[in-house]
């Protein structure tokens, strides 16, 4: 069975996060949602994720799974948020205690913030398998980006996060602690190993120069034959070396300081002070 798979496109974060559905049924799951958050006032909505709402419920759709293909770095999860209103258990990859060890100590969390991937409901290793009705989910280890990335191959479907984006956009970034080139590249060999056929439905998208509409769809063949970065048998010494020169050249992503102290925790954010005040640090010097 191959999934019913809807796009919600996030203007201010170029995120799409997907509704994914049983076609036999009613089951659903929703991979990487967003929260709104205005970083010049520190104030956050509802807008994106009420969108993803509105659809469950006018479909009759029942949520089964929240899932994140990482702890990402550009936009803050809507996951509890959704969650307290249509119900689905939150899913992450297991190596997202790493992730909260690493960011655990850049932010100064102290003691209490736990470091062992309790925040959510369910911790995914390479290969574990979980179901949305009838339809089978497959998990695939996939970091590079992240220690924690997740590929969730669903039918003919593969929801890759930011491990790959476009043909003709390229790969992800490999800079943030904790990421790699080389590690990128061999997970990347993973995800075109899968059937040339095999939908890719990637995190994000940014129209690349000379396209002038948004895409998100493409499948492993594409990605083999015309991915600028790793189609066409580029090996992994082109590839590393092209990475690490471009990524020395990025900056760091706007939201990036709001959106890892919060996926960190599953997206919730900081437990708030004796007033009911909540806040996030900025480390200085640290990223």
């Not at 909260?100 to 062992?116: A, I, L």
């Not at 437990?271 to 806040?279: L, N």
Request: one cysteine or more; a negative charge.
């Amino acid at each position: 069975m191959n999934p019913e798979v809807t796009a919600f496109f996030d203007d201010a974060t170029n995120t799409i996060s997907y509704v994914v559905k049983d076609p036999q049924g009613t089951s659903c799951a929703i991979i990487d949602s967003v929260l709104d958050f205005d970083y010049s006032s520190g104030r956050t909505d509802t807008k994106s994720a009420d969108a993803v709402i509105a659809h469950v419920q006018k479909e009759g759709l029942t949520v089964e799974w929240l899932l994140e293909s990482h702890v990402h770095a550009d936009h803050l999860s809507a996951a509890p948020y959704i969650q307290e209103r249509v119900g689905g258990k939150i899913g992450i990859g297991d190596r997202i205690k790493i992730v909260q060890d690493t960011f655990g100590k850049v932010f100064n969390e102290g003691t209490e913030f736990q470091r062992d991937g309790s925040q959510f409901d369910q911790l995914f290793q390479e290969g574990d398998s979980f179901h949305i009705g009838q339809l089978r989910g497959d998990v695939l280890h996939t970091p590079g980006h992240t220690p924690a990335c997740l590929t969730y191959v669903i039918g003919d479907a593969a929801f890759v996060g930011d491990t790959l984006f476009m043909p003709d956009f390229g790969t992800a970034r490999c800079d943030f602690p904790g990421g790699s080139s080389e590690t990128l590249y061999n997970s990347i060999q993973k995800i075109l190993a899968l059937p040339d056929e095999t939908r890719i439905f990637v995190g994000h998208d940014y129209k690349a120069p000379g396209r002038d509409e948004y895409a998100w769809e493409t499948t492993v063949g594409e990605q083999k034959a015309a991915n600028i970065h790793v189609g066409a048998g580029k090996d992994k010494n082109t590839f590393v070396e092209m990475r690490d020169t471009r990524d020395a050249t990025l900056a760091m992503p706007k939201l990036i300081i709001p959106s890892l102290q919060v996926n960190m925790r599953a997206g919730q954010m900081p437990e708030p002070d004796e007033q009911g005040d909540v806040f996030l640090k900025v480390p200085v010097n640290k990223l």
